[in-house]
């Protein structure tokens, strides 16, 4: 049988540990018999970005921007450990957090559902898009502990030297705390088009939230620049294509978020965001089964696995052990970027594979087969649990 063919290259970040296994198993095994990949490879695995001073992660940014779409393995954000495990000459930033600062990305994190894994929540039959603002706030913050008698205020000094002072406190009685955040607009509306832009391309609506009855100006703002962009840029897309946008306070967002069947993006400030997205993963049943994909505001997508390099399993590999790690994520990840690629190049055939790839992944886990994770969790009669390899090789027979 001819094999696809593709037009313009895919951007290809391999990475490390079991993750980097996996990407092997699911070319050779999934991808590579059926489609003549056009990749641009990076190596983002650690030894050669610290071989490269971390050049390599900067140039695969770079290359997303150029050709628009990306995949990503997991990789390792170096730690302490690291530093000795594979003898770095830095402690090299998170590669996410690199990408994400060259597209000025969001990300959106979503899970693939399947029969046999129930949420906690049982009305969620269809899956919560989470985007969460990935700039500001108190992850950029300055903050202090304060004695007794201090006399703490927000201080301004405009372009022309002119000072603003606002009291935060006065400490008369006891000592404290303080803390100073801030955004800035063009992150916020990078933010707000990169999630109307999603909403477009995947047919969901967008629920937006905050606090902004406590937080008139802060929360307030971040409610203004997204009506605004809504209005001038998206609403009569949106009304077009029949979907929505809406803004609601956060306390109501939650409880409208738990009655709900699923179906939307919900775009949560950073906080809101961080905290929200591990709740939502866990009530869904498996951080293996969550997706995640970088959206820039321009249009450009990186897509890969919400989890990690699965270190504890690559060690069990090393030494010659039988592992059972699941792959779905990953192959979602290739699935998303495939399918990208096809649309934006006119290609329906390389889409169909894509469609045909995750439908025989879903169909794999429903006839019962599936990664141990999946098999503790999973309601199913008669499942098996199976190690890395064999699952893999079960999506190819039902792909074939
Ligand atoms: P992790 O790789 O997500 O794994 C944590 C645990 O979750 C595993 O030990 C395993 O539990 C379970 N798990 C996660 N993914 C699984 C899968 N696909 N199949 C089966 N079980 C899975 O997190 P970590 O161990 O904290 O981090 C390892 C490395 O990943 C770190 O160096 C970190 O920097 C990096 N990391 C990278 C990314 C990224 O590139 N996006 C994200 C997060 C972490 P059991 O051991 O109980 O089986
Ligand atoms: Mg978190």
Same mark, same amino acid.
């Given at each position: ?7 313009? &290259? /895919? ?21 590579? &018999? ?12 650690? *030894? ?36 000795? *495990? ?5 402690? @090299?930033? +998170?590669?996410?957090?690199? !990408? ?16 046999? !894994?129930?949420?906690?929540? &049982? ?30 205020? /927000? ?130 049943? +498996? ?8 959206? +820039? ?36 990840? @290739? ?15 390389? %889409? *169909? ?27 199913? *009669?008669?499942?098996?649990? %199976? ?14």
């Amino acid at each position: 049988m001819a094999k696809i063919q593709m037009k313009t &290259p /895919l951007v290809e970040m391999d990475g490390d540990e079991m993750t980097r296994v996996i990407w092997k198993m699911i070319k050779d095994i999934l991808i590579l &018999p059926y489609v003549d990949l056009k990749s641009e490879y990076y190596d983002l695995g650690l *030894e050669y970005r610290n071989e490269t001073n971390d050049r390599v992660t900067i140039d695969s940014a770079e290359a997303t921007k150029k050709y628009g779409v990306a995949v990503k393995c997991a990789t390792i954000t170096p730690n302490a450990a690291r530093m000795t *495990e594979y003898n770095l000459k830095e402690m @090299w930033k +998170s590669p996410n957090g690199t !990408i994400r600062a060259i597209l000025d990305g969001t990300v959106f994190r979503a899970p693939i559902l399947v029969k046999g !894994i129930t949420p906690y929540i &049982p009305t969620w039959t269809k899956p919560i898009t989470i985007a969460r603002h990935a700039y500001g706030d108190i992850y950029k913050n300055s903050e202090m502990q304060v004695d007794a008698g201090s006399k703490c205020e /927000l201080v301004c000094t405009d372009a022309n030297g002119k000072e603003t002072r606002q009291t935060i406190h006065n400490f008369t009685k006891s000592g404290g705390i303080i803390q100073g955040v801030h955004n800035v607009d063009s992150s916020i509306a990078s933010f707000a088009r990169s999630c109307f832009n999603y909403a477009l391309d995947t047919h969901q609506d967008v629920w937006f939230s905050s606090k902004d009855t406590i937080s008139k100006k802060y929360d307030h703002h971040f409610k203004d620049i997204f009506a605004e962009i809504y209005e001038n840029e998206y609403k009569a897309r949106f009304e077009e294509a029949g979907i929505e946008y809406f803004y609601t306070l956060i306390d109501d967002a939650v409880a409208r978020v738990i009655r709900s069947e699923g179906g939307y993006i919900w775009a949560c400030k950073n906080y809101d965001g961080d905290v929200m997205s591990d709740m939502v993963a866990t009530a869904y049943g +498996s951080l293996a089964m969550m997706t995640s994909v970088l959206v +820039s505001p321009d249009g450009v997508y990186e897509y890969e696995a919400a989890h990690g390099t699965v270190q504890r399993h690559y060690y069990k590999y090393l030494k010659g052990e039988t592992t059972s790690t699941n792959s779905v994520a990953t192959i979602f990840a @290739w699935t998303g970027a495939l399918r990208k690629r096809g649309e934006m190049d006119g290609l329906t055939d390389l %889409v *169909e594979f894509a469609d045909k790839l995750e439908s025989a992944t879903i169909a794999t886990i429903e006839d019962g087969v599936m990664t141990g994770d999946l098999a503790m969790i999973s309601k199913l *009669e008669n499942k098996q649990k %199976v190690d890395t390899e064999t699952f893999l090789r079960e999506v190819a027979k039902r792909l074939a």
